[in-house]
T-cell receptor, first 113, second 118 residues
Framework: GQQVMQIPQYQHVQEGEDFTTYCNSS?????IQWYKQRPGGHPVFLIQ?????EVKKQKRLTFQFGEAKKNSSLHITATQTTDVGTYFC?????????????FGKGTLLTVNP | GAVVSQHPSWVICKSGTSVKIECRSL??????MFWYRQFPKQSLMLMAT?????????EQGVEKDKFLINHASLTLSTLTVTSAHPEDSSFYIC??????????????FGNGTRLTVT
């Protein structure tokens, strides 16, 4: 079935450093979504990428969707302590399961002030 | 924005008892809601898809007789953990997709329920 691999599992940075998490799928995705979960909280939708090669920005966050629509990345420039949390990518299931979302394992970001 | 309310936020119960968790979409309708389970520092594992007016679809390995799901209306789904045991202790999160959105539209998550079975 559909698998979404995400690396790294953990990332610790000094405040002000950049951060990137990568997501890879075994199959072509119609779209990919990114979510953020703060410690003790619930996942919150960040963005959805649909087009091949798409790049979207939200302030210090840059999201990319690969040309083959099999991989994606989230890059944070100059991290702040408010960026702490787990970042998940998620892609739709394949075939008749395309209404479901399969989540990557997530990348836990910690920021040292 | 779309808000999903999940209740209770946390519950402690004794082994053998049942616990009901409610998930409500407050300002939108959802024909489909999803129930996830999350272990500490791990990803979201889909348990089942709750469909309004029909039976839930369970993921492989999830016992439907243990995790009863009822989607009574377009704004309410409930998950009942029956005869709970300590291994059922976990963080349960529901999510909903707006009825007006397509199958690819984002999910709105509830705050989650932390279940502890003693």
């Amino acid at each position: 079935g559909q698998q979404v691999m995400q690396i790294p599992q953990y990332q610790h940075v000094q405040e002000g450093e950049d951060f990137t998490t990568y997501c890879n799928s075994s199959t072509t995705l119609s779209n990919i979504q990114w979510y953020k979960q703060r410690p003790g909280g619930h996942p919150v939708f960040l963005i959805q990428l649909v087009k091949s090669g798409e790049v979207k920005k939200q302030k210090r966050l840059t999201f990319q969707f690969g040309e083959a629509k099999k991989n994606s990345s989230l890059h944070i420039t100059a991290t702040q302590t408010t960026d702490v949390g787990t970042y998940f990518c998620a892609g739709p299931g394949s075939g008749g399961s395309n209404y479901k979302l399969t989540f990557g394992k997530g990348t836990l970001l910690t920021v040292n002030p | 924005g779309a808000v999903v309310s999940q209740h209770p936020s946390w519950v402690i119960c004794k082994s053998g008892t049942s616990v009901k968790i409610e998930c409500r979409s407050l300002d939108f309708q959802a024909t489909t809601m999803f129930w996830y389970r999350q272990f500490p520092k791990q990803s979201l594992m889909l348990m089942a898809t709750s469909n309004e007016g029909s039976k839930a679809t369970y993921e492989q390995g999830v016992e439907k007789d243990k995790f009863l799901i009822n989607h009574a209306s377009l704004t309410l789904s409930t998950l009942t953990v029956t005869s709970a045991h300590p291994e059922d202790s976990s963080f349960y999160i529901c999510s909903a997709r707006e009825i007006t959105g397509g199958m690819d539209s984002p999910l709105h998550f509830g705050n989650g329920t932390r279940l502890t079975v003693t």
